[in-house]
């Protein structure tokens, strides 16, 4: 008893001089600022290009102050930032509209451009920021861009782009220490604003009543940024309806109606420029079914429709933890969208090739490889084939999960264990070599 806690004291004095120790390594390095990197993405199916838009110093930086290199692997893309001493100080993954982009028809004949924002904690010396793309053939990164960035350029603006006011819906901790959620008004006018305040805590709930953000709800900031748009409700091209919004939402992306996107990354950074976010969620007020979530880039879906709140945590697992698509039936864009020769980043798809890295630790050893699509085995971690908007060589781990179906309520044990993970980085407690 005694030993145990004197090993729990110790444990305890050794966690916290490692947090001391990466408290330091962040003040050493950043100050509690943000700084948006504005980019623009421009290419076609074959080949793209970075160009550099701007940068603007913002007031508060939200992430995490320990948890300073992302372990994950995830994303098409990762940005990474080094001293001039080459010493990796900060990365995060990413994924985009316009990666997905890439992926459709279109891309094949057309080269276009996209507005993408980055941020990272301020540095306080001249840092060499880098950003990859993930080569599909080789699953390996490739370089697309670097520049150096000094913190004294008087070219880093320091304007506030828009003066919306910005709820506190809910309120946990430093926001270094918690999740921050901003929900982005999208299609409220100033006149509606009462009735965002009331989505925006609507959708809270929404959340919360779901595994594992109900036991986490303590690990959670809300922010709710009052976007005021000129007009209500969003873009619906194919039905000849155009609005002018605060962050240009629109149905008709890739020319699938229901696929309801904000393309312009840089603008809902910029209606966001002073909250601590780690995470956007644009809330479109309409009652047309519609949304998407993309890793590290946002969330966004409807406000009123019936499944709104099913599709919320569906949204949200992509947004926030790189969650794929485990359905393979639904009418999308992307041609091939996963190689069935590389092993997919998403935590919860498995093309079998490096299953190791997946979830085989959760698989009990008498549960068939791939696992049949029955009944008995709807409670089984398993490999199911089917996910990734493909039927075959592709497989998920459960027969139904949040990814998969507005059906059933709850995550995966994959898809939870991932949604936790994340949680824990953005909250500084994921055990992670810095
Ligand atoms: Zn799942």
Redesign the pocket.
Known sequence: MTFNFQLSIFAALWLLLGQGVFAQTFHTHFDTTRLRVDLIFAGNAEQQSVYFAGLHKEPQWGGSQTNLIEPFDYGEYCYKVFSTENQLLFSRGFSSLFYEWRTTEEAQNLSRAHPFSLVLPMPKQEVRLEIYERVKKTNEWRRLFTTGIHPSDRQIKQDAPANFAVNTLLHHGHPSQKVDVAFLAEGYTAGEMEKFRADAARFMDYLFAVEPFATHRSDFNIWAVEAVSEESGPDIPHEGIWKNTAADASFYTFRIDRYLTAPNHTRLCELAWNTPYDILYVLVNTAKYGGGGVYNFYGLSMSDHPLAKDVFPHEFGHAFAG?GD?YYTSEVAYLDFYDLEIEPWEP?LTTLVDFDKKWRGLLDKDTPIPTPDTAGYAYTVGVFEGGGYTGKGVY???LD????SNATKS??P??HHALEKMIEMYCGKLKIEN
């Open positions: 969650l485990e919860n998920r781990p459960a999960c949040r990814m998969k995550f995966c994959v898809c």
